[in-house]
């Protein structure tokens, strides 16, 4: 490989970000960590020319899968606060569902909705923020090397 510095076949972080912007695949900070953590087998911060050829076919999938995380976020936050509350929740899921129509469908809604936030929340303050989400989701957030 002729990103491969040492001739030993393996690669690092910033050499397959480098990689793929040089062939026109560029993907963010983020996006890229996930990808080279997703195909560093070994974990060694090092992957191989396999995983190499696998990190480019999956550069795209990747980017596809946090745009559709992101896009379904922005349909449960109502209110365009970065956040989801119950309300946002309750609201989605009275529109989406006939049966939760009326006073007594909205008390359950608002139920379902507590329950559901309360499981994402991790800093407990009541709403799901995006990272809270993304997480709950299994994408990670990870420094690149």
């Given at each position: 490989?002729?990103?491969?510095?040492?001739?030993?076949?393996?690669?690092?972080?910033?050499?397959?970000?480098?990689?793929?912007?040089?062939?026109?695949?560029?993907?963010?900070?983020?996006?890229?960590?996930?990808?080279?953590?997703?195909?560093?087998?070994?974990?060694?911060?090092?992957?191989?020319y396999e995983e190499f050829i696998a990190a480019m076919l999956d550069s795209k999938r990747v980017a596809q899968r946090r745009g559709a995380v992101r896009r379904s976020f922005e349909h449960l936050d109502r209110d365009g606060d970065g956040y989801i509350s119950v309300e946002?929740?309750?609201?989605?899921?009275?529109?989406?569902?006939?049966?939760?129509?009326?006073?007594?469908?909205?008390?359950?809604?608002?139920?379902?909705?507590?329950?559901?936030?309360?499981?994402?929340?991790?800093?407990?303050?009541?709403?799901?923020?995006?990272?809270?989400?993304?997480?709950?989701?299994?994408?990670?957030?990870?420094?690149?090397?």
């Amino acid at each position: 490989m002729a990103m491969d510095k040492d001739n030993d076949g393996r690669i690092c972080a910033s050499d397959l970000h480098q990689a793929l912007e040089q062939v026109g695949a560029a993907i963010d900070e983020d996006e890229m960590a996930e990808l080279f953590n997703a195909s560093d087998m070994s974990g060694q911060g090092l992957i191989d020319y396999e995983e190499f050829i696998a990190a480019m076919l999956d550069s795209k999938r990747v980017a596809q899968r946090r745009g559709a995380v992101r896009r379904s976020f922005e349909h449960l936050d109502r209110d365009g606060d970065g956040y989801i509350s119950v309300e946002d929740l309750a609201s989605v899921l009275q529109d989406e569902r006939p049966t939760l129509k009326g006073p007594a469908g909205r008390r359950l809604s608002l139920n379902m909705a507590y329950t559901m936030v309360k499981e994402v929340d991790a800093d407990k303050d009541g709403t799901v923020s995006y990272e809270d989400y993304r997480k709950m989701w299994g994408i990670q957030t990870a420094v690149v090397a």
